[in-house]
């Protein structure tokens, strides 16, 4: 069975469509490409963005015990690699002399140092 998606005029199989209850037929009448397309359209734009980051709130603020959960469950099974990686983070020194890695502040200049190169 074929369906004609009303955004990009194909004619393509009815498994290409996603589920839309309020339709006839039980299906959407843009194909999967086309809503992926201008559901990446919407995200970008400022008023998309502004929801996406305002349902992540509502999500976080919903699901604090669960999070708080995760996180402990998280760090329990990988608290080895956690500790390891605390210690082993770069450090930021300033110095007068320029070097190939650097980030100018003001005068001095600040030479990222990776203690796993030493």
């Given at each position: 069975?074929k369906?004609?998606?009303?955004?990009?005029g194909r004619?393509?199989k009815?498994?290409?469509?996603?589920k839309?209850s309020?339709?006839?037929?039980?299906k959407?009448?843009?194909?999967?490409?086309?809503?992926?397309?201008?559901?990446?359209?919407?995200?970008?734009?400022?008023v998309g963005m502004?929801?996406?980051?305002?349902?992540?709130?509502?999500?976080?603020k919903?699901n604090?015990?669960?999070?708080?959960?995760?996180?402990?469950k998280?760090?329990?099974n990988?608290?080895?690699?956690?500790?390891?990686?605390?210690?082993?983070?770069?450090?930021?020194?300033?110095?007068?002399?320029?070097?190939?890695?650097?980030?100018?502040k003001?005068?001095?200049?600040?030479?990222?140092?990776?203690?796993?190169r030493?």
């Open positions: 069975m369906k004609v998606c009303q955004c990009c004619n393509r009815i498994g290409k469509f996603g839309r309020d339709n006839p037929d039980g959407n009448i843009y194909c999967r490409d086309c809503m992926k397309d201008k559901r990446s359209k919407y995200t970008c734009t400022p502004s929801v996406k980051q305002k349902s992540i709130r509502d999500w976080k919903n604090k015990k669960r999070i708080s959960e995760y996180n402990k998280y760090y329990q990988n608290r080895d690699r956690i500790i390891y990686n605390k210690k082993s983070r770069k450090t930021i020194e300033c110095v007068e002399k320029p070097s190939q890695k650097k980030i100018n003001g005068r001095k200049v600040c030479i990222i140092i990776d203690p796993k030493k």
